[in-house]
């Protein structure tokens, strides 16, 4: 079991205890102070050490578990997982050098771009308290004239203050990022969607057309500094990857 307990909170951040929790544990995972396979402390330790309620620290590991973070073992306890969360077959291209290193002529327009104030759903997303403020872009990316991608992303302006002040027009958001910062992880989850009636409009599609959507999550020194949803026509748009397969291990 881990020596580097968990023991402390700061109740007076806006920051929701179960995400002040999830916080401190990927940080012990990403510093390695915590390494594969660790056993961590018990349920009943974490909540008598932290002093908040079963029910937090279960959402806590529930969540880093779903997130591929931990493993639980039933009669064991919960562990730092041991193999790759994610076999990562996606990488972090713009969608601007893609079009680009085809042969195509990229441009963008952008839709929506502002402070907003967050919802549920969008706090979740970032690890952030429902109504604090992001920055939410929203553009949509051609191939010559014809469209090839919806962007809609979430930024912290804490972690990354400078973003509004940007002209998106000229440059993309991923091009902007990438050269701000290295990512210390990232989430990638995709999935076929039939789109609604806004989105198939600016595509150009029918509304029975299938989309592939590519929600994509970026973390920084334990925090979410932008999240990101990709939508493509799927008629116009594949993924592909090629990796090396001893890089991972069959479970």
């Known amino acids: 079991m881990s020596e580097d307990r968990l023991q402390y909170l700061d109740r007076n951040l806006a920051l929701p205890l179960y995400r002040q929790i999830k916080r401190e544990i990927r940080a012990r995972i990403r510093d390695r102070r915590w390494e594969p396979g660790t056993r961590l402390p018990s349920e009943n330790e974490l909540v008598d050490s932290l002093g908040v309620s079963r029910m937090t620290v279960h959402r806590a590991l529930r969540e880093l578990t779903q997130e591929g973070l931990l493993e639980r073992v039933h009669g064991l306890g919960t562990f730092v997982a041991t193999g790759p969360r994610h076999a990562s077959l996606i990488t972090l291209e713009d969608i601007a050098d893609e079009i680009r290193s085809a042969g195509h002529t990229h441009t963008s327009r952008v839709l929506e771009f502002g402070t907003i104030?967050?919802?549920?759903?969008?706090?979740?997303r970032m690890e952030m308290s429902q109504g604090d403020a992001l920055y939410r872009l929203r553009a949509i990316h051609f191939q010559e004239q014809e469209p090839m991608q919806i962007e809609d992303r979430l930024i912290n302006p804490s972690l990354?203050?400078?973003?509004?002040?940007?002209?998106?027009?000229?440059?993309?958001?991923?091009?902007?990022?990438?050269?701000?910062?290295?990512?210390?992880?990232?989430?990638?989850?995709?999935?076929?969607?039939?789109?609604?009636?806004?989105?198939?409009?600016?595509?150009?599609?029918?509304?029975?057309?299938p989309c592939l959507e590519l929600n994509r999550r970026t973390w920084k020194?334990?925090?979410?500094v932008t999240c990101v949803t990709l939508?493509?026509?799927?008629?116009?748009?594949?993924l592909a990857a090629r990796y090396e397969t001893d890089r991972f291990t069959v479970r």
């Open 117 to 124: 104030r967050a919802d549920g759903s969008q706090a979740d």
């Open 231 to 238: 939508t493509y026509p799927g008629h116009r748009y594949d």
């Open 160 to 209: 990354v203050p400078e973003f509004i002040k940007q002209d998106f027009s000229v440059r993309t958001a991923t091009q902007y990022l990438v050269g701000l910062f290295k990512p210390d992880e990232m989430e990638h989850v995709v999935r076929a969607v039939l789109p609604d009636s806004g989105t198939a409009s600016l595509l150009g599609i029918d509304s029975a057309s």
């Open 221 to 224: 020194n334990g925090e979410v």
